[in-house]
């Protein structure tokens, strides 16, 4: 059965701290991987897309990372509006393009 | 940028009642979809349509219709409301391929 595992579920950092967040799957067939960012009361907004293994993608202060079995979001010096929740989902390919997509990381970014 | 738009931020309904969600998007997109969100369970995929009229069930589709008449539109149908169907319900949608989807701002659903 095809799986998505986020950890940790929940995170706090100190602004200026930097740390990591961690997508793994067993997805068969796997075509490449969505992160998303979702702010309470909306809907996921997309960061990046990464397709083959030892890809990476930067925007701003996150860098997502892809292997063969996990994925992960790097927050470099991360500030307060960087807390929200952050979604990864692995697709399978196709044209109809079905996601399955984790619970989520919620990361909350002090002052 | 891409729009994806839903008719409604919030929504109060009585057990029963026969529900439509609206969605549209205006970037020409194939591909729609609708999920809802809940707490602990994630994104859970209700239908999806791949093309005008076209639609396909996906994870959790009791309960639960679609209809898409126009390929900018995508509507889901609570046909007899459930206080188990309260959730937030969000339509997204992509081009087909590998390519990300977009989401709409989500409709947060109770069902009383």
């Known amino acids: 059965e095809d799986q998505v595992t986020q950890s940790p579920e929940a995170l706090r950092l100190q602004e200026g701290e930097s740390s990591s967040l961690n997508c793994s799957y067993t997805v068969s067939g796997l075509r490449g991987l969505f992160w998303y960012r979702q702010d309470p009361g909306k809907g996921p907004e997309f960061l990046f897309t990464l397709y083959s293994a030892g890809e990476e993608k930067e925007k701003e202060r996150l860098k997502a990372t892809l292997t063969k079995k996990e994925s992960f979001l790097h927050i470099t010096a991360p500030k307060p509006e960087d807390s929200a929740t952050y979604l990864c989902?692995?697709?399978?390919?196709?044209?109809?393009?079905?996601?399955?997509f984790g619970t989520g990381t919620l990361l909350a970014v002090q002052p | 940028d891409v729009k994806v738009t839903q008719s409604s931020r919030y929504l109060v309904k009585r057990t029963g009642e026969k529900v439509f969600l609206e969605c549209v998007q205006d970037m020409d997109h194939e591909n729609m979809f609708w999920y809802r969100q809940d707490p602990g369970l994630g994104l859970r995929l209700i239908y999806f349509?791949?093309?005008?009229?076209?639609?396909e069930k996906g994870d959790i589709p009791e309960g639960y219709s679609v209809s898409r008449e126009k390929k900018e539109r995508f509507s889901l149908i609570l046909e007899s409301a459930s206080t188990n169907q309260t959730s937030m319900y969000l339509c997204a949608s992509s081009s087909p391929g590998p390519y990300e989807q977009y989401f709409g701002p989500g409709t947060r659903l109770t069902v009383t």
């Open positions: 989902a692995p697709f399978y390919g196709g044209a109809t393009n079905k996601l399955i």
């Open positions: 349509s791949y093309d005008v009229k076209m639609k």
